[in-house]
């Protein structure tokens, strides 16, 4: 599909790659881009481009998502940007707690957005939808183990989803960087992917029909590794040797 002319619906707008996501979008040629944020004060600088729509979202919330769905029906691309990652040890004393939030919000929430959307993005002729999984999709490392189960979950969620979808014209896109420049990346190892790398090759994976991409230098080369051996990479990775 061609994101000039579209109109967007961006999760976790707010910050990090959803913003960039949003200002991408804009630069490309989008008519109208939803920037959705549980607190849409944390929107009012993209806000004034009169492009920007900004959408009180949580995710987790289903009466939300569907007041979403009712006043954005022109959507034409879904970008499921917001997630989570709470981090520590597999057995500590919150860890179902953790493990349960973001199976919520990156697995979840994406499969409730993508069912509540469908029909807008079939009325559109198919549309997009992007899924911002992660290279942690693929391998678990020590301290993010529910972090890449949720992850996982949403990948193979993805992959049905496009299969799913595809009968309606609907491309679905996963993009899976190792670690980015954001928040939420900020105490992860260096170098680190730059957001606007992630959401450039997103978008150029969207428009020119690739289903699965690793953006950045350093997320192919994660990939390399891992496709090559991934059973030692993933041993590695548990025991704290690979990045």
Request: aromatic share 4%; glycine share 10%; no cysteine.
């Amino acid at each position: 599909m061609n994101i000039k002319g579209s109109i967007a619906l961006v999760t976790g707008a707010n910050r990090g790659i959803g913003r960039t996501y949003v200002k991408a979008l804009l630069d490309r040629g989008a008519a109208k881009v939803y920037a959705a944020a549980r607190d849409t004060a944390s929107l009012a600088d993209l806000a004034a481009d009169p492009r920007v729509v900004p959408l009180a979202l949580d995710v987790t919330n289903a009466a939300q998502i569907a007041a979403a769905a009712r006043t954005a029906s022109d959507v034409t691309l879904l970008v499921n940007n917001a997630g989570v990652a709470n981090g520590g040890d597999l057995l500590r004393a919150d860890v179902v707690q953790a493990a349960r939030q973001e199976m919520e919000v990156n697995y979840l929430a994406p499969l409730a957005l993508a069912q509540a959307f469908a029909p807008a993005l079939a009325a559109a002729g198919g549309g997009g939808v992007i899924n911002v999984l992660s290279f942690l999709s693929l391998a678990a490392p020590r301290g993010s183990v529910t972090y890449s189960a949720s992850k996982a979950a949403s990948l193979f969620m993805t992959r049905g989803l496009r299969a799913f979808l595809a009968g309606q014209g609907t491309r679905v896109v996963a993009t899976m960087p190792v670690q980015v420049e954001t928040d939420m990346g900020r105490n992860l190892p260096e170098p680190r992917l730059t957001p606007e790398e992630v959401v450039a090759e997103s978008l150029d994976s969207l428009e020119n029909g690739v289903d699965e991409h690793f953006p950045g230098e350093l997320s192919r080369r994660a990939h390399t590794a891992f496709t090559a051996d991934p059973k030692g990479f993933q041993a590695r990775f548990l025991a704290g040797g690979a990045q």
